[in-house]
């Protein structure tokens, strides 16, 4: 069972800034894709942005260019770095990690998520 702690959450103002850190109970945090997801009231949960094993991002359209997901193997975290943050960036914000082992057997953890307000 992995564990996954965030931190970092808050109340931003519209246009200011914000970081978020997932730190990972497990020694394999390196074989994991890892990322941030969202979920604001009455919606389904989204992706936000993951990174891969290899170091690749993915991002969602709605936070190209003003999100940055970085992630730290030998801290075993993941940071999520919210610039020009917008009222509809509201949400609980969970970490994620994942990883498929064999065919479509996966291992997916997921945190207790921390709340992100925009509100001036």
């Known amino acids: 069972q992995v564990q996954l702690v965030e931190s970092g959450g808050g109340l931003v103002q519209p246009g200011g800034s914000l970081s978020l850190s997932c730190a990972a109970s497990?020694?394999?945090?390196?074989?994991?894709?890892v990322g941030w997801y969202r979920q604001a009231p009455g919606k389904q949960r989204e992706l936000v942005a993951t990174?891969?094993?290899?170091?690749?991002?993915n991002y969602a359209d709605s936070v190209k260019g003003r999100f940055i997901i970085s992630r730290d193997n030998v801290m075993k975290s993941v940071h999520l770095q919210m610039n020009s943050v917008k009222p509809e960036d509201t949400a609980v914000y969970y970490c994620?990690?994942?990883?498929?082992?064999?065919?479509?057997?996966?291992?997916?953890?997921w945190g207790q998520g921390t709340q992100v307000t925009v509100s001036s």
């Open positions: 994620n990690a994942d990883r498929r082992i064999v065919g479509d057997y996966r291992l997916t953890y």
């Open positions: 990174i891969t094993s290899g170091d690749s991002p």
């Open positions: 497990t020694s394999a945090f390196s074989l994991y894709t």
